[in-house]
């Protein structure tokens, strides 16, 4: 295979940040944003093509710094460095607000860099979809039974991340109805096979899932419309709904599209009046949330999917909006226990049998691990590939070093095409600081300590990660969460091994600590039985 870089670690970062700007891939590329309202994988046109540049020409003793999507150093370091280490969106706290940022990014200083945007290893919906199919498993397990069948979801939002919404239900067995106001995304979830129906209105929408809850059939039917007048509708039509929650871009008010506004007015309009814009957004997330708690009271399995919208929601005058709660001290936070979360892993090759392969390996690998082989034949089955083929599955402490390794080996001996990224989302056990979603509502109050992600990426720099990245915002916005993300590559070299082994290890273990820190008594069993070393629990 022809490289256009100088080795296999730089062509990887090269490889990656292409397939993030993929048409197949990203939401709008010709802005250079892959996900999540704004989220770009470089500051712009200029930016991306010295990045593509020093990429190319980058030595395996050299290390690009990139300052949120802008290239601005080669430095001399070792083979066991990154090859690229990124900072995005990181302001200081006082600064840290939506209008600064803006401010900022008009200037050209900065850009958003979500999570896996800036840091190059998004891979489509599926990424999310395994996170949400775990979640919607959790709430099959704490209040249906064990499964989905016969259950409605209503939930909103049918982007880059929120697509994964209605196949989730389905591959639960349950029935979903999803509330989207742009038809050319809910298109689009269609003709990727995560959406199975689009109704003609909401007329039409209640009578598909109120029949195929009925059958108890699988079933996620699209409806056109603003959630915050059609959830309000569902719940005066008194529609049984067993459960709610919502994906729109509502850590973004720009880009949450308020109740009086067409599609086509809305980045006009946002961009001009921003304030106005906020304020009127604000008010239809509070709409949108007093329909959500008016589901939560007559029984519904309510719950935020890391979004924001209670907290805009509230400062849009709901005064119960943090009534229900965030997804992870719901259903995560026992996996964050066991450093489980989303690993995942892309075949520089392009080839889908790539993928097939280590899918095999993985199931060798862990035979006794059901709800993965589970995840792992439905998602071979049903999940179509958006560039790169790629693969996620959730690992935990001393289960995702094994993987690396196998992978590492496969190459080595020719059984895959190329090498293989493998990475995650920031969004797991040990990398993130987010009181409104993955440290919400920590056991010792830690919730806005934000030491752990910059430990983190300090750790995958030390252990011989290829690329690090340490993002501010996220998913949830401006001043509410800190960040930190790695990418290692298995070219299949006895170095990459090495490498592998220590980050694949050392990344998931701050999971472990983190927990352990924070007086969960699962992650204290996790460090015992598995040997992560807590210096405040040794003699
Ligand atoms: P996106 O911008 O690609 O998609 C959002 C969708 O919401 C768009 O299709 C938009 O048209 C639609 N929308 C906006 N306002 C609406 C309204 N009033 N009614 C109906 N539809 C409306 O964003 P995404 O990548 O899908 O992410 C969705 C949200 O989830 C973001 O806030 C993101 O930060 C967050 N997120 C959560 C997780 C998680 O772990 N749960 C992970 C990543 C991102």
Redesign the pocket.
């Known amino acids: 295979m022809t490289l256009t870089a100088k080795n296999w670690q730089t062509e990887a970062a090269l490889r990656m940040l292409r397939n993030n700007l993929d048409p197949a891939v990203a939401?709008r590329p010709e802005d250079l944003v892959v996900?999540?309202?704004s989220?770009k994988a470089a500051r712009n046109q200029a930016s991306y093509d010295a990045i593509v540049r020093c990429l190319t020409t980058l030595e395996n003793d050299e290390t690009l710094l990139v300052q949120s999507g802008k290239p601005v150093g080669v430095l001399r370091t070792h083979e066991w460095a990154p090859r690229v280490l990124i900072a995005n969106s990181n302001l200081v706290g006082d600064w840290a607000t939506w209008p600064e940022f803006r401010r900022l990014e008009a200037m050209g200083l900065t850009m958003y860099g979500?999570?896996t945007a800036g840091s190059w290893i998004y891979i489509g919906t599926q990424g999310?979809l395994q996170?949400?199919y775990e979640?919607f498993a959790a709430v099959a397990e704490k209040r249906f039974g064990g499964t989905l069948a016969g259950t409605l979801t209503v939930t909103?939002?049918?982007?880059?991340?929120?697509?994964a919404q209605p196949l989730a239900v389905t591959m639960n067995d349950g029935v979903a109805l999803v509330?989207?106001?742009?038809p050319a995304?809910a298109q689009r979830r269609l003709e990727t096979r995560y959406l199975d129906e689009l109704a003609s209105d909401v007329d039409d929408a209640i009578a598909r899932v109120t029949e195929a809850k009925k059958r108890r059939v699988p079933l996620s039917v699209g409806v056109i419309?603003?959630?915050?007048e059609?959830l309000p509708e569902l719940l005066r039509r008194g529609v049984e709904v067993d459960i709610v929650t919502d994906?729109?871009?509502?850590?973004?008010p720009l880009?949450?599209?308020?109740?009086g506004v067409d599609?086509a007015d809305w980045h006009d309009y946002a961009a001009a009046k921003p304030d106005e814009f906020t304020d009127r957004?604000r008010e239809?997330?509070a709409a949108?949330v007093d329909a959500m708690l008016g589901f939560l009271d007559r029984g519904a399995e309510v719950f935020d999917?890391?979004?924001?919208?209670r907290s805009e929601a509230k400062a849009g005058g709901c005064e119960r909006a943090f009534d229900y709660p965030g997804?992870v001290p719901a259903y995560i936070r026992p996996l964050f226990c066991e450093g489980k979360g989303p690993f995942r892993w892309a075949a520089l090759s392009g080839d889908p049998a790539d993928i097939a392969a280590t899918d095999r390996a993985v199931l060798e690998l862990f035979p006794e691990n059901e709800s993965l082989a589970r995840w792992i034949r439905m998602a071979g089955e049903r999940v179509a590939f958006q560039g790169l083929p790629a693969r996620i599955c959730w690992l935990g402490y001393g289960e995702r070093h094994l993987a690396g390794l196998r992978f590492n080996e496969m190459v080595e001996r020719g059984e895959l095409k190329a090498p293989v990224v493998i990475g995650r989302?920031h969004?797991d056990a040990g990398s993130v600081a987010s009181p409104y979603?993955e440290t919400e509502a920590m056991a010792d109050g830690s919730d806005a300590i934000a030491d752990w992600p910059l430990l983190n990426a300090l750790v995958n720099t030390a252990s011989g990660a290829t690329w690090v990245s340490i993002h501010h915002g996220?998913?949830?916005?401006m001043g509410r969460s800190i960040h930190a993300g790695q990418v290692c590559v298995a070219d299949g070299t006895p170095l990459a091994a090495q490498k592998l082994e220590r980050v694949l290890t050392n990344d998931p273990g701050m999971g472990v600590l983190r927990h352990v820190d924070a007086g969960y008594e699962r992650a204290a069993e996790v460090a015992d039985e598995r040997g992560v070393r807590i210096p405040m629990r040794e003699q």
């Open positions: 939401e996900y999540g309202g989220g979500q999570m999310i996170g949400t979640t909103a939002g049918l982007g880059g991340m929120g697509g509330v989207e106001c742009d995304r419309g603003n959630a915050a059609v994906q729109t871009s509502a850590h973004d880009a949450y599209l308020p109740i599609v957004s239809s997330m949108h999917y890391g979004n924001s919208l997804f989302d969004l979603r996220g998913g949830v916005g």
